[in-house]
């Protein structure tokens, strides 16, 4: 609050005649005034209201920009999207995690289908104690194909067994006695005829290295193999 100061007639001869006017602060504004405080409270609820309105503006843009990228997102992700549907009573698989890896997933089932709920979820059957019921979407979902039973024996006829086609081919094997045996008892052992074998194996031409010269060509190596003590090496 500002008010006049009183002068007198001697004050203005003194200053020429001229009037001056003295202006002083009733109350003054200086940090922990009331006047202060007040003007405080006011400059706060200016700068709590323009924070909410610039908050709503940058929300309203926000949400814009959150609504037009779910769109181009929905775009790429249904490129290759196709319409499921399951019946009731048809057997299902169910993508679960593994406990106790919540990220690690299986393949579980398979699970009877209870009721179609909308056009992406199905209530499944798991057969749990804990969830014996429960809504699962489709993109957790896959159908369950039971395979045909099938023999892994076949049976044949006797005469198309003994034809060659289906006997293994093998060397020929005959049962001969053995020259030595401990008590001089006759005992007889399997003969392998490798003539036919050998007939066609080609050796390698190479001599066999001498003992002394290997040891010597082997004996700074760090690593070794079963190629270095080959015939030619």
């Not at 006797?158 to 289906?166: I, K, P, R």
Request: no cysteine; net charge positive; proline share 6%.
């Amino acid at each position: 609050m500002l008010t006049r100061s009183s002068r007198t007639k001697e004050d203005k001869k003194r200053h020429g005649g001229l009037t001056y006017v003295f202006l002083r602060s009733v109350s003054r504004t200086y940090p922990g005034s009331r006047a202060w405080r007040q003007w405080l409270s006011v400059q706060g609820r200016l700068e709590i209201l323009g924070l909410r309105s610039r908050m709503t503006e940058y929300m309203k843009k926000a949400s814009k920009n959150l609504e037009v990228s779910q769109q181009l997102q929905k775009l790429w992700y249904d490129q290759k999207a196709a319409m499921v549907e399951f019946h009731p009573g048809q057997k299902l698989r169910v993508l679960e995690p593994v406990a106790p890896w919540a990220l690690q997933e299986r393949w579980s089932g398979p699970y009877p289908v209870l009721e179609k709920k909308s056009e992406v979820t199905n209530l499944v059957d798991l057969g749990t104690s804990r969830t014996p019921k429960r809504v699962i979407h489709v993109n957790l979902l896959k159908p369950f194909h039971d395979r045909a039973d099938v023999n892994m024996i076949m049976v044949i006829d006797e005469d198309q067994e003994a034809e060659s086609e289906h006997l293994p081919d093998r060397l020929s094997t005959d049962l001969v006695p053995k020259p030595h045996t401990k008590d001089g008892k006759k005992e007889m052992r399997f003969y392998v005829d490798y003539r036919g074998l050998n007939s066609v194996t080609k050796t390698d031409a190479h001599p066999i290295p001498r003992a002394d010269e290997l040891i010597d060509k082997l004996g700074a190596a760090k690593y070794l193999s079963t190629f270095d003590f080959t015939a030619g090496n």
